[in-house]
């Protein structure tokens, strides 16, 4: 037996990612390093108004005075802040109004990734903002969303085309001074997708955005807005991978969700960022801040994750229940395989009366793999009968790696119920066994234990999201299982 | 088809199987009784390729290939199926999935395309009703929550599906009512063809007046220490073990 786990932990090795290629694009570098002056030049090339700079400029001046945070169960090695481009474009013609103005070599990049630009190509049903290193490359479908009144765009185009949309929300749910990515990512944030659902309108596609990190030494730092106005719905998905490299690139998004009264919306991530190898070296550091305001009566966010990739993945998409009888769910699947590190979770904050908010976290760790969780549960004075249902389970492969959980739950009204379940188990060799003796691989039996202990995630999915995170759960835990 | 020959096993160095020769042909029901702890679900988990029991001597070839050098998946795919005396739950994982890998696996290893959705559902219905399984157990997670006779049932299930060459059943008629161990035993016999082997291990008499063995011996202590036809199995019903240990231990 104990050889056995020998031989499941040595063969932890061949863990494959397979979106580790480079595209050799010509790029628009400006320099390396971080100052008021880096920030208007980020701002002058891309025509910003003023309002928008100063936002920016604020919002430095106050990451100056911060630092950053460590009270994560994480190894964060020293990053310096000025030793990375902040701005880094795949040089175009212009901007890509039709897809012939879009250059081969990103066509090809995005098709390989299976993001193909074409609408024709595409998955029916779903529109993509498709973004490479700091900016947006191409959002298809554009017209037939304009057709219900839903608008789909880049950040950068929204800023231009939807400014007093942009400045009444954005900043208004995780605001700079949040914390230290926050106000890093305010500062400098180059492109991401602006999306808002009108009154009343079912949004009639899936709408996603994808994110690709191409250049070298740079950071990708988009800012995601979601607007989804009373009566509404939206099914939202966001992708994302890089090349394979030696260095740690940093990724630190900010996602802002607003729901009003009777919206609903679904935010699905599938985070496939480069790991690093199995040695621990390379990867993205992913330090995203994610959060969602049920601000109507009645609305409904739901987060869902599933999380394979990056080295180090800092990220608790968050829902602050403050309309009567809003929803608030997060549904997440966190992998930790080789050294990587994850300590993720979510807040759950009850301000209305009658909220309610379910957690399902599922945890797997395999080589030397940490994965935390970490959540709060907060139910406020006002809260009559909140309630919060939270399960957060933990699966371990092998025996050098290590599950963690940290729920805190502070209750300010005694009409709330919050319950909290935990387990933690192992794949045992039993199992393993079983699934052998029907003809089922080590590596098939570990898959299917794996989807099926992570089911009452990935069924939170859109369908055809399901699938493929399903393929990638199994990829991302090749080789660790002898 | 199965040729075991002087097999000396140990687990975790203590030597549970001492010498061990059997020949199953093809066609052939043997019965493997004996008390408690004498080695006969070790002997099944040599066969199936379990990891932890050690080989010290002996071999074993199944249609002449040396068997111990075949991984687990792959004795499962030429054939052998075992049938747990303890079968494992394994929560999450759908009958229906779990059973669609495993036929899609074996029909791989056969050169043949995988099942579409629509025939892999008839074939699941049509062996559903020959061992007389509830459909209902078909949409749950694998054993998860099954009751001990609904796991035994459910191997038989499994069994029918994968329609081996040899079938190891160990104690799969323990902890079955009078009606699971008739539709088992009927289960069985219908799946029974001309070629193919079966090696039942039970501790009652009663499972094989439905299964009619050709042989049936007697592990004792780590050696198969009798071998007879089927009236040896009522002999044993009637008067317990102890007259085989005496005989066994005189010898010694
Ligand atoms: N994994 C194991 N680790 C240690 N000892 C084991 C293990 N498996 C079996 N044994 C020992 O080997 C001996 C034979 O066990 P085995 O399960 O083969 O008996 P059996 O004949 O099937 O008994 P039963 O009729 O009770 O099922 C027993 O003494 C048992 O305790
Ligand atoms: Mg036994």
């Known amino acids: 037996m104990a050889k056995e786990q020998d031989k499941i932990l040595n063969d932890v090795a061949s863990g494959e990612y397979k979106y580790g290629f480079y595209t050799d694009i010509e790029t628009e570098k400006i320099p390396r390093g971080l100052s008021e002056d880096i920030i208007k030049l980020i701002s002058s090339k891309k025509g910003e108004p003023d309002w928008l700079l100063e936002f920016r400029l604020k919002a430095f001046r106050h990451w100056q005075t911060m630092k950053m945070p460590r009270w994560a169960n994480l190894k964060i090695p020293e990053i310096n802040y000025q030793d990375i481009v902040y701005y880094a474009a795949p040089k175009q013609r212009k901007t890509a109004e039709s897809i012939d103005d879009i250059d081969p070599e990103l066509k090809k990049t995005f098709d390989k990734l299976g993001i193909p630009l074409e609408e024709q190509k595409h998955l029916t049903g779903v529109a993509v903002d498709a973004v490479m290193d700091s900016v947006s490359v191409k959002t298809t479908f554009k017209e037939t969303l304009a057709e219900a009144g839903v608008i789909f765009c880049s950040f950068s185009e929204a800023v231009r085309e939807y400014p007093e949309l942009v400045k009444r929300y954005m900043g208004s749910v995780v605001p700079y001074t949040d914390n230290f990515f926050a106000a890093l990512n305010s500062a400098v944030f180059s492109d991401g997708s602006f999306c808002y659902i009108p009154k009343g309108v079912r949004c009639p596609m899936e709408l996603s955005t994808y994110f690709r990190i191409n250049a070298s030494n740079t950071g990708q730092f988009e800012r995601t807005l979601l607007v989804a106005d009373e009566e509404s719905y939206v099914s939202y998905l966001e992708g994302c991978t890089a090349p394979m490299r030696d260095e740690n690139q940093l990724h630190a998004a900010v996602v802002e969700i607003i729901a009003e009264n009777n919206a609903e919306v679904k935010y699905s991530t599938v985070q496939n960022w480069y790991p690093g190898d199995k040695e621990g070296k390379g990867g993205i550091f992913n330090f995203v801040t994610k959060r969602g305001l049920c601000r109507g009566e009645n609305s409904k966010i739901s987060w869902t994750q599933v999380e394979t990739g990056s080295a180090i993945t800092w990220k608790y998409p968050s829902c602050i229940l403050r309309g009567d009888n809003s929803v608030g769910e997060f549904y997440s699947v966190a992998v930790t395989n080789h050294y990587q590190q994850a300590d993720t979770g979510t807040k759950m904050i009850h301000i209305g009366k009658n909220t309610r908010s379910t957690i399902v976290s599922k945890g797997i760790s395999a080589g030397f793999g940490q994965n935390s969780y970490r959540g709060l549960v907060k139910v406020l004075k006002k809260a009559a009968n909140a309630r919060n249902f939270s399960q957060c389970d933990s699966l371990l492969l092998g025996d050098k790696c290590g599950a963690h959980t940290f729920p805190y739950i502070e209750v300010d009204n005694p009409t709330a119920i919050v319950e909290h379940e935990a387990t933690t188990s192992k794949i045992g060799e039993d199992q393993i066994f079983y699934c052998n003796q029907r003809g089922i691989s080590r590596e098939d039996a570990v898959g299917l234990i794996v989807n099926g202990y992570a089911r009452e995630v990935l069924n939170k999915l859109p369908m055809e999201f399901a699938v493929e995170a399903q393929k990638l759960l199994q990829i991302s835990l090749e080789g660790s299982v002898g | ?252």
């Open chain 2, 1 to 252: 088809m199965l040729s075991i020959q002087n097999l000396k096993v140990a687990i975790e160095g203590k030597v549970i199987l001492k010498s061990i020769s059997l020949e199953v042909r093809p066609g052939e029901i043997h019965a493997i009784m004996g008390p408690n702890g004498s080695g006969k679900s070790t002997l099944a988990a040599v066969l199936a390729g379990r990891s932890y029991p050690q080989i010290l001597e002996g071999t074993v070839t199944w249609f002449g290939r040396n068997l111990l050098e075949i991984p687990p998946e792959e004795r499962s795919r030429e054939g052998i199926f075992l049938g747990f005396q303890y079968p494992i739950e394994i929560p999450g994982v759908s009958m229906v999935n779990f059973m669609k890998t495993a036929v899609n696996e074996h029909r791989k290893y056969k050169g043949l395309e995988p099942l579409s959705a629509s025939d892999f559902l008839k074939l699941m219905r049509e062996k559903k009703e020959l061992v007389e399984i509830d459909s209902k157990l078909a949409n749950r997670s694998v054993n998860e929550g099954f009751s001990g006779g609904e796991k035994k049932k459910n191997e038989i299930f499994q069994m029918a599906m994968l329609e081996p060459k040899l079938a190891i059943l160990d104690e799969t008629d323990s902890g079955l009512d009078i009606d699971a161990l008739r539709i088992v035993a009927n289960g069985v016999n219908k799946l029974k063809r001309p070629d193919n082997s079966v090696i039942v291990i039970t501790h009652y008499q009663r499972l094989l007046d439905y299964i009619i063995p050709d042989f049936v011996h007697v592990l004792y202590d780590g050696r198969i220490v009798k071998s007879a036809g089927k009236e040896l199995a009522l002999e044993l019903e009637e008067k317990g073990y102890e007259w085989i240990k005496k005989e066994v231990n005189n010898q010694a």
